[in-house]
């Protein structure tokens, strides 16, 4: 059961990079972080969601109807106008300036992150993300871990 509760994991995992931000970078996301309510996270994995669907591997799974698709497009927009402009300009600013681009795309992909770690923690999600573990070979698993890193007496 441990295991089939540590499998759920993975999917963070997949969305969490490690990341050596900068001070500047560091500021940004804060501000990010500051500025972005439950709503505009819940907007963005939205958007990131009907990303993903427009991927011919899964479009055949999905209908998103073209007005919600805009719709979305301009609650997006907005959302990064007022970060743009009005929240976060400063560190911005600062960030472009003091560590590069690549610096403001990383903080960029933090606001992303913690936008689907927002939807990932639904309880539905969690219970839909154990899926797989049903139908998995708990013994074999678990014999093959005990293999390779037997446990061994509590170290000194």
Known sequence: MKLKSALYGI??????TISHAGPYQHNL???LDNNISKNDKSQLAKYIFF?????????KYV???ANELISSDKKIAKIYERILIKNCSTEIR?????????????A?????????VNIMSNETVQNRML???QHMNDKKISKTIKEQYPLSSKPD
């Open 94 to 106: 600062d960030v472009i300036k003091n560590e590069g681009t690549n610096a403001l795309e990383s």
């Open 108 to 116: 960029f992909e933090f606001l992303g992150r913690t936008s689907m």
């Open 51 to 59: 990303s993903i669907a427009a991927n011919p591997d899964f479009s």
């Open 11 to 16: 999917p963070f995992i997949l969305l969490t």
């Open 63 to 65: 209908n998103i109807p």
């Open 29 to 31: 996301e804060q501000c």
């Open 131 to 133: 899926g797989p573990s």
